[in-house]
């Protein structure tokens, strides 16, 4: 797990950039655009785990086919109201709707038997039915 990046410095804003480029597999080199990039996400009090969570959140959407790779870069990413609904969508836990209980239990079908079956439960009935007479008669 990465430590906590705390300050807005340029420590912390390197930091970020070789965490985002260790998470997404790229290698881009820290000019002052993307600095600056990150001054303002570190300003807007986002932080290392935030960055991991989105990261892996788009990765995940990516594989799904439902985003696009376009989405993990740099400055898209870092566009921070789309950053924080992807965080915030990152937090979501979706459930299934409750579902109400049906007021008239439907009845369950019997099962289809072949013959086969049958006469064994037949014969099955048979010998507890003789057994029951033969602990049920008198001595």
């Not at 290698?27 to 600056?36: A, G, Q």
């Not at 009090?45 to 870069?73: C, H, M, P, T, W």
């Not at 049958?118 to 602990?135: A, I, P, S």
């Amino acid at each position: 797990m990465t430590e906590p990046i705390a300050q807005n410095s340029p420590q912390s804003v390197r930091e970020l950039h070789e965490l985002y480029c260790q998470r997404t597999g790229q290698n881009l080199s820290l000019r002052f655009d993307r600095e600056r990039l990150w001054y303002e996400f570190l300003r807007a009090g986002f932080n290392a785990g935030d960055l991991s969570r989105v990261i892996a959140y788009l990765q995940k959407e990516i594989r799904a086919a439902r985003r696009n790779i376009g989405a993990l870069k740099l400055s898209n990413l870092l566009q921070l109201d789309r950053f924080e609904e992807d965080l915030n969508i990152s937090r979501v836990r979706l459930r299934a709707p409750a579902q109400h209980p049906d007021p008239a239990p439907k009845p369950t079908p019997f099962p289809l038997l072949d013959d086969q079956q049958r006469n064994r439960m037949l014969e099955q009935l048979k010998t507890l039915r003789d057994q029951l007479r033969r602990d049920s008669s008198p001595p």
